[in-house]
């Protein structure tokens, strides 16, 4: 293998190379298995023609067009080695030339490769340091939040007057009309709306609120052009509903008796002083994201990065598909959920867009300081990892060895990590 001519452009690498014949010609006996699947002789199956059958039907020109292209492969990759590209997508703007017993082998391509970083400061920046400080309002919110999720719905009963508000769950039954025409798919004799987060829109749910068990009420409804049921986009539509049922979520009393409950806390001073505790903990695991996050970001900042649109797109449709795993297991499929927000894949993968370049380029400066400062990954951070991710079925590193998987991911986040803390104790903290 010969490389011709090798110009770089930004992060585009022009690329031509030069291979003997020779090469293809040996690679004739390994490339014909593939030719054979495809040929069609009488008295032997696909794939069992003898290549010297073979040869005496269609001759050796389709054997050594696919041995040109293997050893085109095997050279294309030799020169990436050769010439250590960091190559992030396939190659563009191939040209072959024709081949020739007596010549060289000779192809030229467009390959898309990693930007070089270069970087600026990062080490000694001044930088604002995350508050981890915890009042006493900041403890009465929490606890508030955790009556809130030990609390339980409610069921009012018949005769009391209390009055629909944010939160409470309503059925009802429901006539509906759109633009004067009956609509069945929202005419029920059993209808309901948790109120703010109903199915029926914001408005709808402000008609509700206020009302009281066994109430009538007729009212009309605006729906906007982009609301999430096309049948009903643009459109007015009439409603006559009855309450028949209403549940409000109560939040329990902060008593020693609650607090015993929900854990061995035995009053609620005891209580407090551990929710204190564990907010404090909270925030000083947050704290410690928060920083490292803060010094990456003034960091990339601070620089120009040409990111090849590949990287970006690759980077889009990892966390596009990772969006589509999360959607089915909510049991929709990804068409249902683009119908209910009014939207479309397309417009799903730009919303990505912004953030993944921002991930793409955190990735490289990351691995660039990485190399810079020599942070590497061995055997032991590697086991501590896996261990720190408590899976029975691979409990430690020689596990995952036993069962072949590849431990190049946890060796590229071990030292992500590691450099992330590098940088958080090289920054001056204010």
Same mark, same amino acid.
């Given at each position: 293998m010969k490389i011709v001519k090798s110009d770089r452009k930004e992060n585009t690498v022009f690329l031509s190379v030069e291979e003997d014949i020779q090469a293809a010609i040996d690679l004739m006996d390994v490339v014909y298995p593939r030719v054979a699947k495809t040929a069609k002789v009488d008295g032997f199956r696909k794939g069992k023609v003898p290549r010297k059958v073979y040869e005496r039907n269609y001759g050796?020109?389709? +054997?050594?067009?696919?041995?040109? +292209?293997?050893?085109?492969e095997s050279a294309y990759q030799s020169?990436? $080695?050769?010439?250590? *590209? /960091?190559v992030v997508d396939n190659p563009g703007n191939v040209n072959i030339e024709p081949y020739d017993l007596e010549k060289p082998i000779q192809f030229s391509c467009e390959i898309t490769v990693q930007p070089v970083i270069k970087l600026g400061k990062y $080490? &000694? *920046?001044k930088l604002e340091k995350a508050d981890v400080s915890v009042t006493d309002s900041d403890v009465d919110t929490y606890i508030s939040e955790a009556r809130k999720k030990n609390g339980k719905f409610e069921q009012?009963?018949? &005769?009391?007057t209390h009055e629909i508000g944010t939160g409470d769950m309503v059925r009802f039954s429901m006539a509906a009309t759109c633009e004067g025409e009956h609509y069945a798919l929202w005419t029920r004799e059993t209808a309901g709306t948790i109120v703010g987060k109903g199915p029926y829109g914001a408005d709808f749910d402000s008609e509700v609120e206020g009302l009281v068990l066994d109430a009538e009420k007729t009212f009309s409804v605006a729906y906007p052009d982009d609301y999430n049921n096309p049948d009903v986009q &643009? /459109?007015? *539509?009439e409603f006559q509903i009855k309450i028949t049922q209403i549940q409000y979520w109560v939040e329990p009393s902060l008593t020693d008796e609650w607090v015993a409950s929900v854990g061995e806390y035995k009053s609620v001073d005891m209580y407090c002083k551990a929710m204190r505790e564990k907010l404090e903990k909270e925030r000083a695991d947050e704290a410690v994201a928060t920083d490292r996050t803060t010094v990456l970001t003034a960091i990339v900042e601070a620089m120009t990065i040409a990111v090849p649109a590949a990287m970006i797109n690759q980077e889009v449709d990892q966390q596009f598909r990772q969006f589509s795993s999360m959607v089915e297991r909510q049991g929709l499929t990804l068409d249902q959920y683009c119908q209910f927000q009014n939207t479309g894949v397309d417009q799903i993968k730009d919303n990505f867009r912004p953030d993944a370049e921002k991930s793409v380029k955190e990735r490289l400066v990351i691995k660039a300081i990485a190399d810079s400062e020599s942070i590497m990954a061995d055997d032991t951070d590697i086991d501590a990892y896996i261990k720190s991710m408590n899976v029975p079925q691979f409990p430690d590193l020689a596990a995952c060895r036993k069962h072949n998987i590849d431990e190049g991911m946890f060796r590229a986040d071990v +030292?992500?990590?590691k450099t992330l803390a590098f940088l958080v104790d090289e920054t001056k903290w204010k």
């Open positions: 050796q020109e389709p +054997i050594m067009k696919e041995a040109v +292209i293997e050893a085109i020169a990436i $080695k050769e010439l250590d *590209l /960091k $080490k &000694g *920046l009012v009963a018949a &005769g009391d &643009g /459109k007015t *539509l +030292i992500s990590r």
